[in-house]
Each structure stands twice: as structure tokens, then as C-alpha cells.
Nanobody
């Protein structure tokens, strides 16, 4: 069974940066490398929303929510079974618990749909103050 653990969250002032990491266990590097992965976030009182997604099969392709385009960057290290989210120019509205998710390919246009992902981590909290 695949197990995801997020880390790297914390408190930062507006304009600052954070790098989140998601480590996957219980999965071979081969299966991990062919999986689609994503970051979601959920702010208090709001629904969980897609932030960014990535797949390497057959070619590397990424997708971002409009709200983070140009500020966040998703990447992965398939040899280490890790997923990353580099967050720059953070804003108070980025405050949320961030979750990583993994599932089988392909990466569909509806990747931002929570129901399109079956395996989730427990999240890491990001707080951005003005």
C-alpha cells in the first residue's frame, strides 16, 4: 500500500518562499516514476483545491492552478520517490494545509478534481502572514 508523507510546511511572511516535499513509500521506483502526482491545498472553511500536477509518462507534463501559475513549481525525483513543490512569492491567501496525491496515469484535464485521486498524504500546514 502506498504511503505519502508531506513535509516542509511552516510560517513565512508574504513574499517569502517554502519548499514542500512528499515522500512515497510502499511503491517501487518504476511504478512511482510512471504515476501521476499532484499537490492540493485546503484552507480553513474551504474545499480542497488542486494546486499543481505532474506526470512523466510518456513525456514530462505539468499543470498549475491559475492562482499559483508563475509562482509555484512542481517537480519530482523518481529515483528517490519524492515529489516537490517550490513556492515563491507567497501570499496570505496561500495559507492552507497542503496535501500530495498519487494515482495511475494518465494525467487528465480534470486533475483538479479531488475525486480523481485515490491516495493522499496527511498534509503539511503552510501559513503566510502579511
Amino acid at each position: 500500500q502506498v504511503h505519502l508523507v508531506e513535509s516542509g510546511g511552516g510560517s513565512v511572511q508574504a513574499g517569502g518562499s517554502l519548499r514542500l516535499t512528499c515522500e512515497a513509500s510502499g511503491i517501487s521506483t518504476y511504478t512511482f516514476s510512471s504515476s501521476r502526482m499532484a499537490w492540493f491545498r485546503q484552507a480553513p472553511g474551504k474545499e480542497r483545491e488542486g494546486v499543481a500536477a505532474i506526470i512523466n509518462t510518456p513525456l514530462t507534463r505539468t499543470a498549475y492552478a491559475d492562482s499559483v501559475q508563475g509562482r509555484f513549481s512542481i517537480s519530482r525525483d523518481n529515483a528517490e520517490n519524492r515529489l516537490y513543490l517550490q513556492m515563491n512569492s507567497l501570499k496570505p491567501e496561500d495559507t492552507a494545509t497542503y496535501y500530495c496525491a498519487i494515482d495511475q496515469p494518465p494525467l487528465s484535464p480534470n486533475w483538479e478534481n479531488v475525486g480523481a485521486w485515490n491516495t493522499w498524504g496527511k498534509g503539511t500546514l503552510v501559513t503566510c502572514s502579511s
